[in-house]
């Protein structure tokens, strides 16, 4: 039971790394967050995902400008709902090797020392590291950690995400692409559930707006505001 729990954990700090660091933070640049506390996320991300921050972000802003259009990187409506929820991760591989997609689009991410020496050129180290510390940590049972580890996110984040969010859902807005609100409590998936919130106000680092709706990832921003650690886009 504990190795189930600590597993639990582990995969819900990387989504929440992902909507925090990744997509509020770094694409939109709704939230700024406190050096030390961005970079951990950073560094854990290269743990868990070996997802390079300038290649997320670039992809992520090309899905933005061509939501639901010929050029949207990981759309349903273009690639069918089959795929995009079972090979999300193989559509976002595709688009990353566009490198120059990737250069124009992910301007403002990290280009320090260790994101060109390490993060960037050795994405894959990190995950190997993990498999290592999963090993230690859980025995033989660390293999089935480490492997579930390595699927949340690209089924979760870009399956569910990408796929069943512009296919299946309610609509607080009338967006020209067809995104959705998977369900109005977005604990799950670090509030990336209300998806049509977030595409019809996409630099708001809120993706809930009824009063009704429950954005965890939110959560997480208030507390790190509250106490000194994250800032609002003014």
Same mark, same amino acid.
């Given at each position: 039971m504990s190795t189930i729990i600590a597993t639990l954990v582990m995969v819900q700090i990387t989504i929440a790394c992902v909507t925090l660091y990744l997509h509020r933070s770094q694409a939109h640049r709704g939230v700024t967050f406190h050096p030390v506390v961005a970079h951990a996320m950073r560094f854990w991300l290269?743990?868990?995902? #070996?997802?390079?921050? +300038?290649?997320?972000?670039? &992809?992520?802003?090309?899905?933005?400008?061509k939501s639901d259009q010929p050029g949207d990187p990981h759309s349903p409506q273009i690639y069918g &709902?089959?795929?995009v929820l079972f090979k999300g991760a193989f559509l976002y591989k595709q688009a990353a090797r566009d490198r120059e997609l990737v250069a124009q689009l992910s301007t403002g991410t990290p280009d320090d020392w260790i994101e060109r020496h390490l993060y960037r050129p050795h994405s894959a180290l990190g995950i190997l590291l993990m498999l290592i510390i999963d090993l230690l940590l859980f025995g033989l049972w660390g293999w089935l950690v480490w492997g579930i580890q390595m699927i949340w996110v690209p089924f979760w984040a870009a399956g569910v995400i990408n %796929?069943? +969010?512009h296919w299946w859902g309610y609509r607080n807005t009338d967006t020209k692409d067809t995104s959705r609100n998977l369900w109005p409590w977005a604990v799950w &998936? %670090? #509030?990336?559930?209300l998806h049509n919130n977030h595409h019809a106000d996409g630099a708001n680092a809120r993706f809930s707006q009824?009063?009704?709706?429950?954005?965890?990832g939110w959560f997480y921003i208030t507390v790190l505001k509250t106490v000194g650690l994250a800032k609002l886009r003014t």
């Amino acid at each position: 039971m504990s190795t189930i729990i600590a597993t639990l954990v582990m995969v819900q700090i990387t989504i929440a790394c992902v909507t925090l660091y990744l997509h509020r933070s770094q694409a939109h640049r709704g939230v700024t967050f406190h050096p030390v506390v961005a970079h951990a996320m950073r560094f854990w991300l290269w743990l868990t995902t #070996g997802m390079v921050t +300038s290649e997320w972000v670039a &992809i992520h802003r090309r899905h933005h400008q061509k939501s639901d259009q010929p050029g949207d990187p990981h759309s349903p409506q273009i690639y069918g &709902i089959w795929t995009v929820l079972f090979k999300g991760a193989f559509l976002y591989k595709q688009a990353a090797r566009d490198r120059e997609l990737v250069a124009q689009l992910s301007t403002g991410t990290p280009d320090d020392w260790i994101e060109r020496h390490l993060y960037r050129p050795h994405s894959a180290l990190g995950i190997l590291l993990m498999l290592i510390i999963d090993l230690l940590l859980f025995g033989l049972w660390g293999w089935l950690v480490w492997g579930i580890q390595m699927i949340w996110v690209p089924f979760w984040a870009a399956g569910v995400i990408n %796929g069943v +969010s512009h296919w299946w859902g309610y609509r607080n807005t009338d967006t020209k692409d067809t995104s959705r609100n998977l369900w109005p409590w977005a604990v799950w &998936i %670090g #509030g990336e559930e209300l998806h049509n919130n977030h595409h019809a106000d996409g630099a708001n680092a809120r993706f809930s707006q009824r009063w009704w709706e429950f954005d965890i990832g939110w959560f997480y921003i208030t507390v790190l505001k509250t106490v000194g650690l994250a800032k609002l886009r003014t």
